[in-house]
């Protein structure tokens, strides 16, 4: 199965052995009955642990991936939190990217700082700033690319090279390209985290994260602390996002030809001041998109030319367009980050321009997509 869309429909989706159903069941079942004392079926003895239909969605997360272990859990920051307390102790160090999701910034500088973990957030795309930033504790170089919301590149090579130098993990936040569009576990990183929510599941209708190992020591660590913390994806829950995955691809490549045309169309807008999108040639980071990507992404940020109050305006205008957080699903949205996914940065120095509007561009037919932000930005 070398091909990434028959992985996507195939991997870890074996017809079921009882009955044939081509569609991995929900297994909706907290235990499972032991033939004599530890005599287990299929190594299954309680859902926290182990459940067949989250089983299906690991092997099949792994195989997109290109990892040795994939884990499922309930939301992709409970996936994040695994990772930082699989890797970190009180008094270790990790670097952010200096425009790192909010979600992510509040974990790691509200509840894990308060357990003694120190980090320093830099601009990723400075591979100088990330060696300078390295300290003898550090054990995580944390990597968003693109960043959300503002679409910053950065380059996972180059990144896991400094990481390995220094004796710390290279960990890739892959949620905005999904590993259709990017597969940072080929490019030299440990673990990859997916928030599930998006473009995996692709129909926002579930939440759920995953992390994805390269190497199976570092998967059998995680999958301690998994069991262990107990924030797993639920068999319904890991069946919406297995359903999604199967169609990851086709989805994923009319989410980047609906963006490419917003993009063309917001580009010669004159409200617009700046479009944020790696596809264009001026963004500062398109050769290292260009070749670590297949393609750029349904993800667009701009900025407008009258300010914020243009821009919290655009975003009540539209009607096509739903005003709301998250991201990645068929339907587009439309969102101020200042004062929405990333009011809790404000303040911080992850906070975010109020003149940004960020769209998640999704695959309604393109036409009404730019009438509709065409007649907002009138
Ligand atoms: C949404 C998101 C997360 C957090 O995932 P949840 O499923 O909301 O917990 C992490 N990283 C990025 C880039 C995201 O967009």
């Not at 990434?4 to 009882?18: L, N």
């Not at 301690?224 to 319904?236: D, I, L, Y």
């Not at 990645?328 to 975010?352: K, N, Q, Y």
């Amino acid at each position: 199965m070398s091909s990434f869309e028959t992985r996507a429909i195939h991997a870890g989706q074996e017809p079921d052995p009882y009955t044939g159903s081509v569609i991995v069941p929900i297994y909706a079942t907290s235990t499972y009955k032991q033939d004599g004392v530890g005599g287990l079926r299929g190594g299954y003895e309680y859902s926290r642990s182990a459940n067949p239909t989250r089983t299906a969605l690991e092997e099949a997360l792994a195989a997109l991936e290109g990892g040795a272990r994939g884990l499922a859990f309930a939301s992709g920051l409970a996936a994040e939190d695994a990772v930082f307390r699989t890797t970190c102790r009180p008094g270790d160090h990790v670097i952010l990217p200096g425009d790192a999701y909010g979600g992510t910034f509040r974990l790691v500088a509200r509840v894990l700082a308060a357990w003694g973990v120190e980090y320093t957030p830099v601009p990723l795309g400075d591979l100088d700033a990330v060696r300078a930033a390295i300290r003898p504790t550090t054990k995580i170089v944390w990597c968003e690319t693109p960043t959300n919301p503002l679409l910053g590149i950065a380059d996972i090579a180059g990144l896991a090279g400094v990481a390995h130098d220094a004796g710390a993990l290279l960990v890739v936040d892959n949620t905005f390209a999904s590993p259709y569009l990017q597969q940072p576990i080929a490019l030299g990183a440990d673990v990859v985290v997916q928030s599930t929510t998006k473009y995996l599941g692709g129909h926002s209708d579930v939440v759920g994260g995953a992390l994805i190992a390269a190497d199976a020591g570092l998967g059998d660590e995680l999958a301690f602390h998994q069991n262990a913390m107990g924030a797993v994806a639920g068999p319904f829950d890991a069946w919406l996002v297995l359903r999604g995955i199967k169609t990851l691809a086709v989805r994923m490549d009319r989410h980047c030809d609906n963006a490419e045309r917003v993009v063309e169309f917001l580009s010669s807008h004159p409200a617009v001041a700046t479009v944020l999108y790696p596809g264009l040639d001026s963004h500062p980071g398109h050769d290292i998109a260009a070749r670590q990507m297949r393609r750029f992404g349904g993800m667009v940020s701009f900025t407008l030319r009258g300010g914020v109050e243009t821009a919290l305006k655009v975003c009540g205008l539209v009607s096509v367009f739903i005003l709301g957080e998250s991201l990645g699903g068929v339907e587009s949205l439309i969102e101020h980050p200042g004062r929405m996914t990333h009011a809790s940065v404000a303040g911080s120095p992850l906070e975010v321009p109020d003149d940004l509007v960020r769209l998640s561009v999704g695959i309604e037919n393109i036409d009404d997509l730019i009438a509709d932000l065409a007649s907002a930005l009138a």
